[in-house]
C-alpha cells in the first residue's frame, strides 16, 4: 500500500489529452513539492516534472505538472505512442521523514 | 556525460550480508544528496535510504531501518549500501539516484543493480 495514491491505469488515443491523479495528505503533498517520473519499459526512471510544475531541461511542455491542497496532477497533451510508459508521483513526508512515491500509473496509447 | 553506474548485486541467502556500490561520473559528487531507490519485481518504487552531500544528514525507509547502512566517500565519488539480515521481501532493482537538494526531485538516475535473495 503506497503512501501516496495513484490510479493503477490510464489509457488515451494519440492526440489526446489525458490526466493522472496523485492524491496524499497534509504531510507529504499538502505541505511538501511533488515530483513526477517517467518510467519506460525496462529502463530506469527519469524525472519528468519537478517542484509541482516545472520542467527538467529536454522534457516537452506537453507534460505538465499542478498541485492543489493534498492532491496533484500530471496531464500530457498531444499523446504520442512514445509516452507509453508508468509515471509516478513522488513527495518528502514530514511524518515518515522520508520520501513517498504513489503506486505507479500505466499509461496506454490505444 | 552525466553517469550513475550500480554494482555488488546478486544471488544471496536470507539472513546474508551483500554491500551495493554506486560509482558516479560527470557530475560535481559532492554537490549532491545520494539515495537508494528499489523496486521489486512488477512493483512500483520504494525509496529506501538516503545520505546528504556531506553525510550529514541520512535517512532510511521503516523497511529498511537497523538492516542497511549508507554511506558515502566523496573522494572517490562513490555511494555504499550496506544490507545485512537480507530477507525475501528485499529482492529488487536498486536504483542509485541523485538529488540537488534534500527534498528536492532525483535528478539522475542509475540503471540499476538486482538483488534477489532466496534460497
Known amino acids: 500500500q503506497s503512501v501516496l495514491t495513484q490510479p493503477p491505469s490510464a489509457s488515451g488515443t494519440p492526440g489526446q489529452r489525458v490526466t493522472i491523479s496523485c492524491s496524499g495528505s497534509?504531510?507529504?503533498?499538502?505541505?511538501?513539492?511533488v515530483n513526477w517520473y517517467q518510467q519506460l519499459p525496462g529502463t530506469a526512471p527519469k524525472l519528468l516534472i519537478y517542484?509541482?510544475?516545472q520542467w527538467p531541461s529536454g522534457v516537452p511542455d506537453r507534460f505538465s505538472g499542478s498541485k492543489s491542497g493534498t492532491s496533484a496532477s500530471l496531464a500530457i497533451s498531444g499523446l504520442q505512442s512514445e509516452d507509453e510508459a508508468d509515471y509516478y508521483c513522488?513527495?518528502?513526508?514530514?511524518?515518515?521523514?522520508?520520501?513517498?512515491f504513489g503506486g505507479g500509473t500505466k499509461l496506454t496509447v490505444l | 556525460e552525466v553517469q550513475l553506474v550500480e554494482s555488488g548485486g546478486g544471488l544471496v541467502q536470507p539472513g546474508r550480508s551483500l554491500r551495493l556500490s554506486c560509482a558516479a561520473s560527470?557530475?560535481?559528487?559532492?554537490?549532491?544528496?545520494m539515495h537508494w531507490v528499489r523496486q521489486a519485481p512488477g512493483k512500483g518504487l520504494e525509496w529506501v535510504s538516503g545520505?546528504?552531500?556531506?553525510?550529514?544528514?541520512?535517512g532510511y525507509a521503516d523497511s529498511v531501518k537497523g538492516r542497511f547502512t549508507i554511506s558515502r566517500d566523496n573522494a572517490k565519488n562513490s555511494l555504499y549500501l550496506q544490507m545485512n539480515s537480507l530477507r525475501a521481501e528485499d529482492t529488487a532493482l536498486y536504483y542509485c539516484?541523485?538529488?540537488?537538494?534534500?527534498?528536492?526531485?532525483?535528478?539522475?538516475w542509475g540503471q540499476g543493480t538486482m538483488v534477489t535473495v532466496s534460497s
Open positions: 545520505i546528504s552531500w556531506n553525510s550529514g544528514t541520512i
Open positions: 513522488a513527495a518528502w513526508d514530514d511524518s515518515l521523514n522520508g520520501r513517498v
Open positions: 517542484s509541482n510544475n
Open positions: 539516484a541523485a538529488s540537488s537538494s534534500w527534498y528536492g526531485a532525483l535528478d539522475i
Open positions: 497534509s504531510s507529504n503533498i499538502g505541505s511538501n513539492t
Open positions: 560527470g557530475v560535481t559528487f559532492d554537490h549532491y544528496g
